[in-house]
């Protein structure tokens, strides 16, 4: 179908941007959505589209899915000399899982709060996997929504904004015109659970750093190498409007700027 379609869309419109997919890509076992990509590959609709969208929803071991079925889908798309094919991840969010807010763990209040961590960080995560785009589905409705996974929650004529909305719109901002310099994501060990991730960018002449750890009942203390002296300023509670901003540059010149790093993403930017 797609083969057939796609040269009558760009007949119409020679700037149309035509997605194949969108695939759920089941995981963590993939063996039937590997079976359907391939497929549809063999079908030879690759050329024909300008990228391959597919469904992340939340997390998996010490990463977020949508780290694992990037890195999967792309290693197919490679055995068939489409290694550059751009991916669009149309449809994430942290979800509970069923439309039963008792799916909601460990309860739903924690759970919120949980949604709020991975928003602050999912962005981060899409600019760094290089994707196309990334949609979060959805923004507003009613309980129970899309299994929860909505940013606004909407009740009669009210609309109430969560932490996770703030969290969005605020990394959205300060992930604006950012590009990652760091090495290739791949999905971190479940060793790494307890630990800083970091993911490094430039925003013009700034550097921009993202650091959070995947589940901790403390603060992990942390200390970020810097230049000597180097001037920043740090944004953390990311799910509040508006977030803590305030200056944290290295003023003792020791290069290194010490943060206490938890479960909600702080970003640091050095100017």
């Known amino acids: 179908?797609?083969?057939?379609?796609?040269?009558?869309?760009?007949?119409?419109?020679?700037?149309?941007?035509?997605?194949?997919?969108?695939?759920?890509?089941?995981?963590?076992?993939?063996?039937?959505?590997?079976?359907?990509?391939?497929?549809m590959l063999d079908a030879g609709p690759g050329q024909a589209i300008d990228a391959l969208s597919f469904h992340a929803y939340g997390e998996g071991g010490a990463g977020d899915l949508?780290?694992?079925?990037?890195?999967?889908?792309?290693?197919?798309?490679?055995?068939?000399?489409?290694?550059?094919?751009?991916?669009?991840?149309?449809?994430?969010?942290?979800?509970?899982?069923?439309?039963?807010?008792?799916a909601c763990q460990p309860n739903y209040a924690t759970w919120k709060t949980r949604q709020a961590n991975?928003?602050?960080?999912?962005?981060?995560?899409?600019?760094?996997?290089?994707?196309?785009?990334?949609?979060?589905?959805?923004?507003?409705?009613?309980?129970?929504?899309?299994?929860?996974?909505?940013?606004?929650?909407?009740?009669?004529?009210?609309?109430?904004?969560?932490?996770?909305?703030?969290?969005f719109i605020n990394s959205a901002h300060l992930l604006e015109g950012a590009r990652y310099t760091g090495p290739a994501l791949a999905e971190p060990p479940i060793n790494q659970m307890g630990k800083v991730q970091a993911l490094p960018f430039t925003k013009g002449r700034s550097r921009l750093y993202v650091l959070w750890v995947p589940r901790t009942d403390f603060p992990v203390i942390y200390n970020l190498p810097v230049p000597a002296g180097a001037r920043a300023i740090c944004t953390d509670h990311l799910d509040q409007n508006p977030p803590a901003t305030y200056d944290c540059s290295d003023t003792n010149r020791d290069g290194f700027i010490p943060r206490a790093i938890n479960e909600l993403p702080q970003y640091v930017e050095l100017r």
């Not at 700037?15 to 039937?32: F, K, M, R, T, V």
Request: charged fraction near 15%.
């Open 118 to 167: 991975y928003a602050a960080r999912i962005y981060a995560e899409a600019i760094a996997l290089k994707l196309k785009g990334a949609f979060w589905y959805t923004l507003a409705l009613p309980n129970p929504g899309f299994q929860y996974s909505q940013l606004v929650d909407i009740s009669n004529t009210t609309l109430a904004p969560r932490q996770s909305y703030y969290a």
């Open 1 to 39: 179908v797609l083969k057939r379609v796609a040269p009558a869309m760009r007949a119409a419109n020679a700037h149309a941007q035509i997605l194949g997919g969108a695939l759920l890509y089941q995981w963590p076992d993939d063996s039937g959505a590997q079976l359907f990509l391939k497929g």
């Open 66 to 102: 949508l780290l694992a079925k990037t890195n999967r889908i792309r290693q197919i798309l490679g055995a068939y000399g489409l290694a550059n094919k751009p991916l669009f991840a149309t449809e994430i969010a942290a979800t509970c899982g069923s439309n039963s807010a008792t």
